[in-house]
T-cell receptor, first 115, second 114 residues
Framework: TQLLEQSPQFLSIQEGENLTVYCNSSSVFSSLQWYRQEPGEGPVLLVTVVTGGEVKKLKRLTFQFGDARKDSSLHITAAQPGDTGLYLCAGGPAAGGTSYGKLTFGQGTILTVHP | KAGVTQTPRYLIKTRGQQVTLSCSPISGHRSVSWYQQTPGQGLQFLFEYFSETQRNKGNFPGRFSGRQFSNSRSEMNVSTLELGDSALYLC?????????????FGPGTRLLVL
């Protein structure tokens, strides 16, 4: 069974601060996706990383996939109140097997950015 | 291009009843996955359908079932509802998940079982 440990669970910071969220596993994933979810809504895709060591930037957000494709991080620079929400990492199944269509999710990080 | 749509958005049922939820994937997407989201367990995979065939199933009891139609629309059914079935039910679509295909989520159906 593949598991993703996401940390921290809660982050409360002031506007302008930087933060990093981590997702770690002992399993290899074919891809790592990051989502942001607002209360009562579905997760909205932020990025997909598929290559070990890959780094992607989306404005103030930087995503990294570990070399061994077992871990990932999300770094936000100069956080803003609009960044507030639940951040989820999700791993795609490794090659082989029959885990079609199954993403393994971390428990999520609830981020609150105070003005 | 329209996103994933789910109906209804909200539903209230009582224990013992059954419920059917609907999901329309993004146009051209042939794979639909369903997830249950609760505060305690997070997002858990229910099942995945591709070309009207269930290819994968999570660890949920047989009360949870689904199907996919020829136009890729999908439904999931929960019979004999229990209080613990109260959750946000999410569906996600992708072209064909393969191993790296990105999944796009709908807004979810909030189910409350009384």
């Amino acid at each position: 069974t593949q598991l993703l440990e996401q940390s921290p669970q809660f982050l409360s910071i002031q506007e302008g601060e930087n933060l990093t969220v981590y997702c770690n596993s002992s399993s290899v994933f074919s891809s790592l996706q990051w989502y942001r979810q607002e209360p009562g809504e579905g997760p909205v895709l932020l990025v997909t990383v598929v290559t070990g060591g890959e780094v992607k930037k989306l404005k103030r957000l930087t995503f990294q996939f570990g070399d061994a494709r077992k871990d990932s991080s999300l770094h936000i620079t100069a956080a803003q109140p609009g960044d507030t929400g639940l951040y989820l990492c999700a791993g795609g199944p490794a090659a082989g097997g029959t885990s079609y269509g199954k993403l393994t999710f971390g428990q999520g990080t609830i981020l609150t950015v105070h003005p | 291009k329209a996103g994933v749509t789910q109906t209804p958005r909200y539903l209230i049922k009582t224990r013992g009843q059954q419920v059917t939820l609907s999901c329309s994937p993004i146009s051209g997407h042939r794979s639909v996955s369903w997830y249950q989201q609760t505060p305690g367990q997070g997002l858990q995979f229910l099942f995945e359908y591709f070309s009207e065939t269930q290819r994968n199933k999570g660890n949920f009891p047989g009360r949870f079932s689904g199907r996919q139609f020829s136009n890729s629309r999908s439904e999931m059914n929960v019979s004999t509802l229990e209080l613990g079935d109260s959750a946000l039910y999410l569906c996600a679509s992708s072209l064909d998940p393969g191993r790296k295909e990105t999944q796009y989520f709908g807004p979810g159906t909030r189910l409350l079982v009384l």
